[in-house]
């Protein structure tokens, strides 16, 4: 319970961090929040509970393609916001957006030999 605690700390702190540097710096927080800070966390953690190099590599090799689908909500939802879409309107659109795609991995990955 203690380790899932510090897990929820560690995790929170960086959230915190690019929300907060994004304030003054919408660049840098952006960089920030980009990085693959979530994915190496959530390899570390993983790493530490089942030492497994098949288990990891599959788990990297699915990160991969599900980071794909949701690249796309980032180009639509500055446009949308731009055109005078509210903010939460054009979050709720970029989360469909996405559960759309990450809908459409799921089924045409088997088909392209994808494991995921």
């Not at 800070?37 to 599900?66: C, Q």
């Amino acid at each position: 319970m203690l380790f899932l605690a510090l897990k929820a700390l560690i995790s929170g702190m960086l959230i915190a961090a690019a929300s907060t540097l994004a304030k003054r710096y919408p660049g840098f927080g952006a960089l920030v929040a980009s990085l693959p800070l979530v994915s190496v966390l959530g390899m570390m953690w993983l790493w530490g509970e089942k030492p497994d190099e098949g288990n990891m590599a599959a788990h990297i090799g699915a990160t991969f393609w599900y980071v794909l689908p949701s690249l796309p909500m980032f180009l639509v939802m500055p446009v949308l916001l731009r055109h005078g879409i509210g903010f939460w309107p054009t979050l709720g659109l970029g989360c469909a957006l996405t559960i759309l795609l990450y809908t459409a991995l799921i089924a045409a990955a088997p088909r392209l030999g994808i494991g995921l």
